[in-house]
């Protein structure tokens, strides 16, 4: 059994059924609760800067907690160079807290953007000595400490009645901390990851490569995620999620948008100064993609699968490829 979401990067331009911000907003509700019907279990959104896709994460994921029950609320990720963790601290507790317990956060480092030292735009500059991923993982730290209910900011006695000491941050939701995830790209950031307490989340690019086909090097990663998590007592059980792109091809209109997309391959390039390996789409009939999926290394390490979803081609249609992972899929790859 694994549990089954979906991940939209809210794309939105002219000539989609996308067509502004506010169309990407509303139909990302609109999709959580109709996945919500169908019995997916997560609803998961990307988040970029400067870009015409989804930014600010909590106004969305409260009003996906305001119109659904069941369905995991998540992120994959938030990109932690640009936020102020202690107003993220409080964002995501209320967020939390309306969902009633559901928020998956996954939070990490990004990935290349438009903008040029675009966390500056925001106020944020590494510090003397320090690279954007520790600027990131710095802002992580704080935001972690601040929702398991550390102290960050010292009372003023004339205003607390005399009492002194280090106030927290409120709203909190007492089981968030259980439930943060790291976005890791590389070997080496997943037994980080371990250290740290945090859930992994691996997506279709890893930011290394040693030859071997995408799945082996990230069930590589999960393994040594699981080796490491299993040196500390952390008093609870990982989670491992991926990301995949699934299309099954059941109708002409699949065939249409996505029928040159079969019999992809792994692609290797250069990005950030190295090489970087990014996973195959799978496209093709369900029976076909269930025999792949049920092969591939680091799904069948992973406890969850989350399928990309083109939002840019609207509700209806994106409920209809969700419908069939589901039912002509899942259950061939021993999913359900």
């Known amino acids: 059994m694994k549990k089954i979401g979906f991940l ?48 600010s994460p909590f106004p969305l994921l409260s009003a996906m907690a305001a119109r ?70 710095e802002h992580a730290r704080i935001f972690r400490l601040a929702i398991a ?6 009372a003023d006695p004339r205003m607390t009645g005399g009492r002194r000491g280090r106030l927290v941050i409120e709203p909190r939701s007492e089981t968030l901390p259980e439930r943060i995830w790291w976005g890791s790209g590389t070997r080496a950031t997943a037994r ?18 040693t030859g071997v086909p995408f799945d082996e090097l990230q069930a590589e990663q999960i393994a040594l995620f699981r080796e490491e998590w299993a040196k500390h007592d952390w008093g609870r059980e990982p989670r491992v999620s991926v990301s995949r792109s699934v299309i099954p091809i059941t109708t002409d209109t699949d065939r249409y948008y996505f029928g040159r997309e079969r019999d992809s391959e792994d692609q290797v390039g250069w990005l950030d100064g190295g090489l970087a390996r990014f996973g195959k789409s799978y496209a093709g009939e369900p029976d076909v993609l269930a025999k792949q999926l049920a092969e591939d290394a680091a799904v069948r390490a992973a406890d969850t699968v989350l399928v990309t979803l083109p939002n840019q081609l609207g509700v ?5 490829l969700l419908e069939s992972i589901l039912r002509d899929v899942a259950p061939g790859a021993g999913w359900r």
Do not use: C, K
Request: glycine fraction near 12%; charged fraction near 20%.
């Open 192 to 209: 980080w990851t371990a250290e740290q307490g945090m859930n992994l989340m691996s997506s279709t690019l890893l930011t290394e490569d």
């Open 8 to 55: 939209s990067f809210g794309h939105y331009g002219p000539g989609t059924a996308t067509p502004t911000a506010a169309d990407a907003l509303t139909q990302m509700v609109e999709l959580a609760v109709a996945a919500e019907e169908l019995g997916v279990d997560g609803a998961y959104l990307r988040v970029h800067h400067f870009a015409p896709q989804f930014a």
């Open 149 to 154: 209910g550390a102290g960050v900011a010292e």
């Open 316 to 320: 209806d249609y994106n409920v209809h």
């Open 68 to 137: 659904t029950s069941r369905i995991e609320l998540g992120t994959g990720v938030i990109d932690m160079r640009y936020e102020n963790p202690l107003y993220m601290a409080e964002e995501a507790a209320a967020a939390d807290l309306i969902s009633g317990g559901r928020l998956q956060l996954g939070i990490s480092r990004g990935s290349p953007e438009p903008a040029l030292n675009g966390a500056s735009a925001f106020g944020y500059v590494p510090g003397e000595g320090e690279t954007d991923a520790d600027m990131a993982r």
